[in-house]
């Protein structure tokens, strides 16, 4: 089946957004060591990228509700630009304030971003969706290799300021997603007596168990990639690999956290929702002892690659269950408020990767992922429970 014209648009905006998220993930710790008054601060410009994109996902709901999905893409490609432009001059005067205030507006855009693959299935019908939002999330596999041949090609273009050409770099592929996004075209969804009110009231929709394992599963899987993600390219530089090695770690992950989305949705409709997320925890838990056995190049790469996989199965599983759980009139605030939580905790484990890697080193923060998959593996067990007795007593009833 051909892929839906908006759908590929949304994909392709993927591709440029995640280079740049890329470029952010890349250089972040690095920069911030560099221009940092302390070395335990290194990782707080990443960790500001991701307080951005928390504080960005309930108003880019909003502005869905109000103004529609396209007003929400161009003010989130506009906050790209800033990004590009903000931290270009940040280098050039070596301004650590500065570039945390571009990773503000970089966090900003990539909250938008993540709305790209709830926007892939009001594109097309039901029974498209999982496939819709893989596809979506396998135009990241571009980003990678774009981002990474970005910061390689520019990083030394002006020797007086390292990076500052990759940020300004930065702002023109956040301009050309801009211009991919103005021909995306959506499937209205029907009218409901409860549409113009947005559904049910949030409280009630938040009291279903599947909801808040979803939920957590999907805070559990994004916080322990970026707690590890963050921490890996200034880890690397403190075990003295070269550079390139580490631009090259960031690029492996992102093509691994994308490159499965071309078969994701299939086996999600094949498997089920739940048995993803389980996957995409294991591979989780096997990134965290990867890590852990040694510390040479193969062994980041291989923890890298890991952990994307593991974060595209157990993301896509996780935000396959939340399309369950609510109306389309409740899509937008729904899915607002679970990228707000899901964001919201991950700036937690972004800030304290840093001062832990700084402390304690990469053996301490690699093992701290183990706890929480656990938590997340047991509440599934859970949720399997409670709708095996749910089962139950609707048979009862209907006897």
């Not at 890996?232 to 492996?252: D, K, V």
């Not at 964001?343 to 923060?365: C, E, H, K, P, R």
Request: overall charge positive.
């Amino acid at each position: 089946m051909p892929l839906n014209p908006s759908v590929l648009r949304l994909a392709t905006a993927q591709a440029l957004a995640g280079a740049n998220a890329t470029v952010v993930f890349a250089t972040g710790a690095i920069i911030g060591h560099l221009l940092a008054p302390s070395p335990a601060l290194a990782t707080v410009p990443v960790s500001v990228f991701v307080v951005g994109m928390a504080l960005g996902t309930l108003p880019a709901g909003l502005l869905v509700r109000r103004h529609g999905r396209r007003a929400s893409f161009m003010a989130g490609t506009a906050s790209g630009v800033l990004m590009g432009l903000i931290g270009a001059l940040a280098l050039m005067f070596g301004s650590f304030a500065g570039f945390c205030l571009a990773m503000l507006f970089g966090g900003a855009y990539a909250s938008v971003v993540q709305s790209f693959r709830f926007a892939a299935t009001e594109c097309v019908g039901p029974e498209q969706r999982p496939t819709a939002m893989s596809s979506v999330l396998a135009g990241g596999v571009l980003a990678g290799v774009v981002g990474a041949q970005l910061i390689n090609a520019t990083m030394n273009a002006w020797p007086p300021h390292a990076y500052a050409v990759t940020y300004l770099g930065a702002a023109v592929v956040a301009a050309l997603s801009a211009l991919v996004l103005h021909g995306v075209s959506f499937q209205r969804p029907p009218a409901s007596p409860t549409a113009q009110a947005g559904g049910r009231p949030t409280l009630q929709i938040l009291q279903q168990p599947p909801l808040l394992v979803a939920m957590f599963c999907g805070v559990v899987i994004y916080m322990m990639m970026n707690f590890l993600m963050t921490s890996a390219p200034l880890a690397m530089s403190l075990c003295g690999i070269e550079r390139i090695h580490a631009n090259r770690g960031i690029e492996m992950h992102v093509i691994a956290m994308y490159a499965p989305s071309f078969f994701t949705g299939r086996l999600i409709a094949r498997f089920g929702e739940t048995r993803m997320v389980v996957a995409g925890l294991a591979l989780t838990a096997l990134a965290s002892l990867a890590a852990l056995s040694g510390l040479s190049v193969h062994h980041f790469w291989l923890c890298l690659v890991l952990l994307g996989v593991g974060w595209n199965f157990g993301f896509l599983g996780a935000s396959a269950m939340v399309l369950k759980c609510h109306t389309p009139e409740e899509g937008p605030k729904i899915q607002s408020l679970n990228d707000f939580v899901v964001f919201g905790t991950m700036a937690i484990g972004s800030f304290l990767s840093g001062g832990l890697l700084n402390a304690y080193g990469w053996a301490v923060v690699s093992s701290l992922v183990l706890v929480p998959v656990m938590l997340a593996t047991s509440a599934l067990l859970g949720l399997h429970g409670y709708r095996q007795r749910v089962g139950q007593a609707h048979g009862s009833a209907s006897r």
